[in-house]
């Protein structure tokens, strides 16, 4: 049975821990293997806690012997243990547990079960306690800017990395908090069954202030469901936060609770409704690298159609080093702002177009024309220049393309037409949305929000592609060239 998963920063690839300690890696819905150490003693590879890196390459477990696991995660997925951290040399009992793990720009933080926390320094490999043991248990612990946020039962924690102090203030009440970090300040709100709390980190000092983003909200479904099934109050009711989950970016938040009625009466399980309530934690967003694809769009729809902060004007220039490999270059370019805000724009607009990615490409492939040999290469730059009102640098003669259960002849000088081309034996067929070549094999994959379709190179072997077609193939058969979302398998 699955009792805990941690989505990977890598799209679909998530992580898993078992009932019986295991660690197992899913993708998109399948189980790809499981995670563990074989050469390590027993208590050491019984896992309790998980964490990924922000690029979901480190797959971090905490064990039964204090110790934290560093896994390396290839984009192969092949997994191979790294490096072990030791938490605390000196005292290696078999029943110190590491329950909670979280990582922040090549930091640890971690709590076991007897309620110390310590920090772990990834680059240096230096552990540090930061607090002791405690009879009171950790709740929740996060990061929060440069800061280390931890909460027990009465009590709020705060350890500052720079200047190395802890600072404790005493909470009225006693109840379990969740933390949520909001984006982009040295502040959190504190989140409980009774009551939220918004803190601010100042120094040496935690600040109380009323909670304004989650507590109204909450307030006003509590209110609207008594006013539906407790009309006259008959009953006491009474809220439960259930879990709760940060957005990639952290600019919202989904929260899954549920409202009964304090009675006498057992409720059995079929009575139980969950609810999921998703909320902004900003005034104002940003598109950036932690999301991608449909996550955007999420957000947009989330901030009630407000376009991001850091938007800049689509007629910007952006000008990549096209001297160097252009694997470096279509990453390079995919991660700009500029590219991520054209693609957001294209889950806006009507007609997404993927323009703006052709001309980018076209410019390396202008300074490399030496080294283009391949004719598929060829038809590609060709079908560019076309599309893009460019006079093409090559002269191709008829070049043979190649499916399952048909092969056609193409001469790709003769059709400018983006979307379709007419064989030598006058068949139309459509093209790949990608490079233009024609969609005469059954293999291929489609963009979820265009619905346009990219031949999907690992299933054609009855094509000699060169070095420009299979690259952009490869990037853009499992991200759509309009929106960054996964392609989809037709």
Known sequence: MIELCIPSPRSGLVACITNHANVLLYENNKALCQVDNTKAPFLNRAYHSIAWDDKGQQLFTGNEMNTIDVFMVTSEM??????????????????????????????MTCSNNENEVYLVDLKSSAVKRISGASKFAISDIQFVGNRVLFTKLGSVHCYDISADSLTVRTLDVLNEFFIIALPNKDSAILLSDRTSVKVELKRSEILFL????????????????????????????????????????????AILYDIERISLKYSIPSEQVFRLLIVPLADEWEVSHKASGLAWYQTYNIYDHQRPKNIVNSSTENNFDTSQSFDDYLSSMLQ??????????????????????????????????????????KAYVIWLSLILGKVPP??????????????????????????????ESNH?????????????????????????RVIDIEKDNLNDYGWLSTTVLKTFGNISIFTGTNMSNV
């Not at 700009?336 to 177009?353: A, C, G, T, V």
């Not at 093209?431 to 005469?440: A, E, K, Q, S």
């Open 78 to 107: 092949l997994v191979t243990h790294n490096k072990s951290f030791i938490l605390d040399l000196e005292d290696q009992r078999e029943e110190k547990w590491v329950t909670t793990l979280r990582y922040q720009n090549d930091m």
């Open 428 to 452: 139309e067929w459509k093209r790949c949305c990608v490079t233009g070549l024609p969609l005469i094999s059954t293999g291929a994959k489609v963009c979820p929000v265009s619905s346009c």
């Open 394 to 423: 090559f002269e191709l003669g008829v070049v043979q393309f190649k499916g399952q259960f048909i092969s056609e002849q193409f001469d790709f000088n003769k059709h400018a037409d983006a979307s379709a081309i007419i064989s």
């Open 210 to 253: 009323s909670d304004e983003v989650i507590s109204p909200v909450l307030e006003k479904k509590f209110t609207k469901w008594n006013n539906r099934f407790n009309e006259y109050h008959k009953y006491e009711t009474k809220l439960y936060v259930r879990g709760l989950a940060p957005s990639p970016d952290g600019f919202s938040i």
């Open 336 to 377: 700009s702002k500029e590219i991520m805000q054209w693609r957001l724009s294209n889950f806006i607009e009507d007609q997404p177009s993927a323009t703006r990615i052709h001309t980018l490409i076209y410019s390396y492939v202008s300074t490399h024309l030496e080294e283009i040999t391949n004719p598929l290469d």
